[in-house]
């Protein structure tokens, strides 16, 4: 059975960076995506380097959603970004609250994602397809549980279309998720972030800060592989294409890659799951 599956890129940051992601994203435009994202940096630091990467996303054929953060951002600046990308022909926005970069106070005029989406809709009425970021293992910055999943279906009722999920490696986490948003109100489709394992430190690193478990039985098996990559990335495609599977056996709506502008590791999952 075939499953829409999409792919998220970060805008380099050099020259050479930026000649590496464009044969990345030759190789996984082999698999169909049904779009490819870019993230937004801090603050909306990248800005120039995220437009530029889904324009050349576009100019390829493919569909390309652009991050899109609002924390310090004001009315008036996002109203510009959006006449921007519009006329681009991004169709596509993952709307975020996003991170404050460091040593920069708060201010800006959206407090929470729920105003961008608000705002968005209210600006553009239906010409974006919103996506709203899903925490299936909690926010790191939530005050509850029940407080994250109120501020998510809060962002779905201002007018998301679908949502992305944090990665995770517990697919009980996802589906307990999805249940109780549903019950909340909240049902649009929620597809799972899918996160290649294929560096054990920065793997472990990267996700205790951002609040993603790593079960502890993946984690004393990657400690235990010490510096052996081949077996990291051995069983860290192991891993992820048994979480893929059962997922998909589930009926997930679709798969969307943290490709980390690397092709090898994606496409190493896509083969396996015959996708």
Not at 12 to 27: F, S
Not at 97 to 111: I, N, Q, T
Not at 209 to 226: D, K, M
Request: net charge negative; aromatic share 10%.
């Amino acid at each position: 059975m075939t499953l829409p599956i999409s792919f998220e890129f970060f805008p380099p940051k050099t020259p050479e960076g930026a000649d590496k992601l464009r044969t990345v994203r030759q190789a996984l435009y082999a698999k169909k995506p049904e779009f490819c994202s870019v993230t937004f940096g801090a603050g909306g630091s990248t800005q120039e380097g995220t437009f530029g990467t889904v324009g050349e996303i576009l100019a390829e054929g493919v569909s390309a959603a652009s991050h899109f953060s609002c924390i310090g951002a004001t009315k008036a600046g996002v109203r510009e970004q959006l006449a921007t990308l519009k006329a681009m022909g991004v169709k596509r926005l993952v709307a975020l609250r996003g991170d404050l970069p460091s040593g920069y106070g708060a201010g800006g005029e959206f407090s929470y994602a729920s105003d961008l989406v608000a705002f968005i809709r209210a600006e553009t009425g239906d010409h974006f397809h919103i996506e709203v970021a899903a925490y299936p293992e909690v926010h790191p910055q939530a005050r509850s549980a029940d407080a994250d999943l109120q501020a998510y279906v809060t962002k779905v009722k201002a007018g998301a279309n679908s949502a992305i999920t944090q990665y995770f490696y517990n697919s009980d986490a996802y589906f307990r998720f999805v249940d109780d948003a549903h019950k909340l109100g909240a049902t649009v489709p929620v597809v799972p972030g899918i996160m290649p394992i294929t560096n054990s430190s920065q793997l472990l690193r990267f996700s205790d800060a951002c609040g993603a478990e790593v079960p502890r039985w993946i984690r004393l098996r990657l400690q235990g592989y010490g510096d052996d990559s081949a077996s990291i990335k051995a069983f860290g495609l192991d891993v992820v294409t048994d979480l893929c599977d059962q997922l998909r056996n589930a009926g997930v709506p679709a798969l969307h890659f943290y490709s980390m502008n690397q092709s090898v590791p994606t496409l190493a999952v896509c083969e396996r799951l015959g996708l």
